[in-house]
């Protein structure tokens, strides 16, 4: 019978920041998600071994080290350079006010998630969530094409 991986949960010390990203893994873990099988031997005695897969690749899918504050504070500023170009003069003042208080965020974001204990790994998936991603709340009406 297959199991349900619709749960998430937290990494143990993560905890959510209200305006980022939430940083979580679904739940239960699979047996590939911790280990490694291309790792897998079996020795004269049929002793079955096997790696389990390093933390840097449970977290980031690859990659031989965890991220670290300097790794934030460069994807800040890669952040901040793409949103550059978000604030224009015609746009409405509302979402202008977005931008700029999405922009302080971002210049903010290192000392938040330092300050919520977040350890620099996870805080690396955490960003502030800009306005372009933010979901409007449904009026109720439908356009029709």
């Not at 993560?14 to 939430?22: D, L, N, Q, S, Y």
């Not at 790792?39 to 049929?46: A, G, L, Y």
């Not at 800040?76 to 922009?103: C, F, G, H, I």
């Not at 300050?115 to 996870?122: H, R, S, T």
């Amino acid at each position: 019978m297959e199991e349900d991986y619709t749960g998430d949960q937290n990494p143990t010390g993560v905890t959510e920041v209200p305006g980022h990203t939430r940083f979580y893994y679904q739940t239960p873990l699979r047996p590939i998600d911790v280990y490694e099988p291309e790792s897998i031997t079996v020795d004269e005695n049929d002793n079955i071994s096997i790696d389990a897969r390093s933390i840097p690749w449970a977290v980031m899918g690859s990659g031989d080290r965890l991220p670290e504050w300097d790794d934030v504070r460069a994807k800040r500023d890669q952040l901040l350079k793409n949103s550059d170009s978000e604030l224009v003069d015609d746009m409405p003042e509302a979402l202008k006010t977005k931008w700029r208080a999405y922009r302080q965020a971002l210049r903010d974001w290192p000392a938040t998630m330092q300050n919520a204990g977040i350890p620099a790994w996870a805080a690396y998936n955490m960003q502030p969530i800009d306005p372009a991603s933010e979901v409007e709340p449904d009026s109720g009406d439908k356009i029709v094409f």
